[in-house]
């Protein structure tokens, strides 16, 4: 069996062939999904696809999925997933959380979401709405930007890390994120700011310290909930693990049940970038 996964929760859109066992037989990338798809295909035929979203309820009725029909050239319509959910089958069936039956994974860029699978079943609440995790309340405060876009996506999502900094240097700290944002306050990145905290910086160190401790309090409540065997941590976390994954660990075991700390694990995504296709491939196949 062939499956096409296809990402198109970020700017750039990530399609991906599988087999029925999860090998990866190809990817593409490109700003626009259908030529990633085309590029991908080159004449292949597939047997079933499946996409990622930020949000399914978007793209249910648009052109999404007829664009996606004529570029695979079928007349059966894609599955579509979420991208929380898109991740937690991808790590689940061939990625860090390859075999455990109860897993929750934590992604984080510009937005934050979860996926949560139950008892080998990814599960989406009476509403499809499971795994929402850039709603979770963490702090007390009512403040704008948490009631557009939740607490932890406020704090945690890729502008709001750079927005911590940046009101840190306003206030009147230096910080090395700005110098490799070229003096540019509008030019910094997560990725500087994780950069600056690597050389030492210690206004980005306080930073990252701030985020891995919402991030930390975030798997709390999830593991308290779910009780999950494994925690897959993506997205950005997982590309500054070497940052955060020890902190959040701390944060988590300050926060639950000493039992349950000893009998979750936490780890960073195996498959990074390719998740979400991966998983969205995944679905798919399980919905055929």
């Known amino acids: 069996m062939t499956l096409l996964g296809l990402d198109i929760s970020s700017s750039i859109a990530r399609a991906i062939l599988v087999d029925d066992t999860g090998a990866q037989l190809g990817l593409a990338a490109d700003h626009d999904y259908t030529t990633a798809i085309r590029t991908l295909l080159n004449g292949r035929r597939i047997d079933a696809a499946g996409i990622a979203v930020g949000d399914p309820a978007e793209i249910i009725g648009g052109g999404v999925p007829a664009a996606v029909m004529k570029a695979i050239g079928t007349d059966v319509p894609p599955h579509t997933a979420s991208h929380g959910a ?22 984080a860029a510009d937005t934050i979401d979860a996926g949560i699978v139950v008892n080998g079943q990814l ?8 795994g929402a995790a850039g709603w979770l309340a963490l702090n007390p405060v009512e403040r704008e930007d948490y009631r557009k876009f939740g607490c932890l996506e406020a704090e945690v999502g890729s502008p709001g890390i750079i927005r911590r900094l940046v009101w840190r240097i306003k206030s009147g700290d230096r910080s090395r994120a700005l110098e490799l944002a070229g003096g540019n306050l509008a030019g910094i990145t997560a990725a500087h700011v994780f950069d600056a905290a690597r050389a030492g910086d210690g206004v980005a160190i306080s930073v990252v310290r701030d985020t891995a401790k919402y991030i930390g309090m975030a798997v709390a409540n999830l593991v308290a909930i779910i009780d999950p065997e494994i925690v897959v941590l993506g997205g950005s976390i997982a590309e500054a693990v070497d940052l955060l994954l020890e902190p959040t660990r701390a944060e988590l075991g300050r926060r639950i049940a000493p039992t349950t700390n000893q009998q979750v694990t936490v780890v960073p995504s195996e498959l990074g970038e390719r998740s979400a296709a991966i998983g969205a491939a995944r679905a798919a196949m399980l919905a055929r």
């Open 86 to 107: 898109a991740v937690a089958l991808a790590e689940q069936w061939c990625g860090a959380a390859r075999g455990a039956s109860f897993v929750v994974a934590l992604s």
């Open 123 to 130: 599960y989406g609440g009476a509403h499809g709405l499971a």
